[in-house]
């Protein structure tokens, strides 16, 4: 048997820039960092900016790879 860590983003690679901004905005915001990306993707979604939303998102997915799953299922079923 073979164990991954938890926070093994399997199967989806974070891009290096996402990375990289993605622990600069965990310096910011410690453990509330994945839930501020999202509120931003959201905003971001409503506000019909689809590239700062992909960014968020991918901040979002560097942090909490499940939450950024129901970003995306969520505004899917809207759509």
């Known amino acids: 048997m073979q164990l991954r860590p938890a ?3 399997f199967g989806k690679r ?3 820039k ?3 901004a993605a622990l600069r905005h ?4 410690g ?3 994945a839930d501020h990306a999202r509120q931003q993707a959201l905003a971001a979604a409503n506000g019909g900016d689809r590239d700062t ?3 968020w998102l991918e901040i979002c997915r ?3 790879r499940r939450m950024a799953g129901c970003i995306d ?3 899917q079923a809207e759509a």
């Open 26 to 29: 965990f310096a910011q915001y």
């Open 18 to 20: 996402h990375l990289h």
């Open 73 to 75: 299922r969520s505004l």
């Open 62 to 64: 560097a942090l909490d």
């Open 53 to 55: 939303f992909e960014w």
């Open 14 to 16: 974070v891009e290096s």
């Open 7 to 9: 926070n093994d983003n």
């Open 31 to 33: 453990l509330a960092a």
